[in-house]
């Protein structure tokens, strides 16, 4: 049986050389070449054809999201895996919606991360747990946002994820990212990403007002 043909697409060499060792004993999976950025994932995979996609979110030139979509429109039987270090509700959603067959976060174990390219390499979908309960709420519940829709209070403490909750009361304790990121034993650049999503879905655009929104919904 031909192993499965892997095109990885991040940014960061290291994380690449991370991948492409954790495969090389696994005679399923070949990685057969590497971009760094997403236009250059795409040229690769015209030329190559692989059979399955390993894709960074944030990337330049063109993101991870981008490149699932244009997979999905133009090369529609390569399989698609958004390995991210973001739990962003707004990224899971969009990576979905873009046609990805997986998302997995980088920080999840060598053994849930072959158990995804298994089942994604024999035609399944894989979500790590906590991307599991967005798709719940977001698909199979059928919730919905729309940004001309004001939201009642209880439905705007409902879209934050567990994650934003605790970056909130964090902020609202007077916490800058640094300390978030300590608090939480995540990156500062997570911690930022959370910030700007938790802001976004409250519609606030600074400390004031995110302190003005947290009385009104008695967070406070």
Same mark, same amino acid.
């Given at each position: 049986?031909?192993?499965?043909?892997?095109?990885?697409?991040?940014?960061?060499?290291?994380?690449?050389?991370?991948?492409?060792?954790?495969?090389?004993?696994?005679?399923?999976?070949?990685?057969?070449?590497?971009?760094?950025?997403?236009?250059? /994932? +795409?040229?690769? @995979? !015209? &030329?190559?054809?692989?059979?399955?996609?390993?894709?960074?979110?944030?990337?330049?030139?063109? $993101?991870?999201?981008?490149?699932?979509?244009?997979?999905?429109?133009?090369?529609?039987?390569?399989?698609?895996?958004?390995?991210?270090?973001?739990?962003?509700?707004?990224?899971?959603?969009?990576?979905?919606?873009?046609?990805?067959?997986?998302?997995?976060?980088?920080?999840?174990?060598?053994?849930?991360?072959?158990? /995804? +390219?298994?089942? @994604? !390499? &024999?035609?399944?979908?894989?979500?790590?747990?906590?991307?599991?309960?967005?798709?719940?709420? $977001?698909?199979?519940?059928?919730?919905?946002?729309?940004?001309?829709?004001?939201?009642?209070?209880?439905?705007?403490?409902?879209?934050?994820?567990?994650?934003?909750?605790?970056?909130?009361?964090?902020?609202?304790?007077?916490?800058?990212?640094?300390?978030?990121?300590?608090?939480?034993?995540?990156?500062?650049?997570? /911690?930022?990403?959370?910030?700007?999503?938790?802001?976004?879905?409250?519609?606030?655009?600074?400390?004031?007002?995110?302190?003005?929104?947290?009385?009104?919904?008695?967070?406070?």
């Amino acid at each position: 049986m031909n192993p499965t043909r892997i095109v990885l697409a991040d940014d960061h060499e290291l994380v690449r050389d991370g991948i492409k060792s954790l495969l090389e004993n696994e005679a399923e999976f070949k990685v057969i070449a590497e971009a760094s950025d997403g236009k250059e /994932a +795409l040229k690769i @995979i !015209a &030329a190559d054809q692989p059979d399955l996609l390993i894709v960074d979110i944030r990337m330049p030139q063109m $993101n991870g999201i981008e490149v699932v979509k244009n997979l999905t429109r133009d090369f529609p039987n390569v399989k698609k895996l958004v390995l991210s270090m973001h739990d962003s509700e707004e990224y899971v959603v969009e990576s979905i919606e873009s046609g990805a067959d997986g998302y997995l976060l980088k920080g999840s174990s060598k053994a849930e991360f072959l158990k /995804a +390219l298994h089942s @994604i !390499a &024999a035609g399944g979908k894989y979500f790590s747990g906590d991307i599991s309960t967005i798709i719940i709420d $977001n698909f199979v519940n059928g919730r919905t946002k729309s940004p001309s829709k004001s939201l009642s209070s209880t439905e705007e403490i409902s879209i934050l994820t567990n994650r934003e909750k605790q970056i909130l009361e964090l902020i609202l304790d007077g916490k800058g990212n640094n300390d978030i990121a300590e608090a939480l034993k995540i990156s500062k650049r997570t /911690a930022e990403v959370h910030r700007f999503n938790l802001m976004k879905k409250l519609n606030v655009k600074n400390l004031v007002e995110l302190t003005q929104k947290s009385k009104e919904l008695n967070l406070i």
